[in-house]
């Protein structure tokens, strides 16, 4: 019996401890915008690649 109150406690405590980590990310902002991360990989990083030192660098490093 005594096992049985163990385990009520045990699980209280990783209930609350689950409950506080949840209401942390949600006040950090970690579920404002779900859907930004798959889209951002996708991206292309084009403006890096025409800038016009671009060039130069890669003239110099096929000699």
Known sequence: MD???YLII????????AWLLFIWAVRS???DDPEAPKYRMLDDDDEQLHSPGADKTRKSTKK
Not at 10 to 17: D, E, K, P
């Open 10 to 17: 045990i699980g209280f405590v990783f209930g609350t401890a």
């Open 29 to 31: 902002g970690q579920f």
């Open 3 to 5: 096992s049985i109150y």
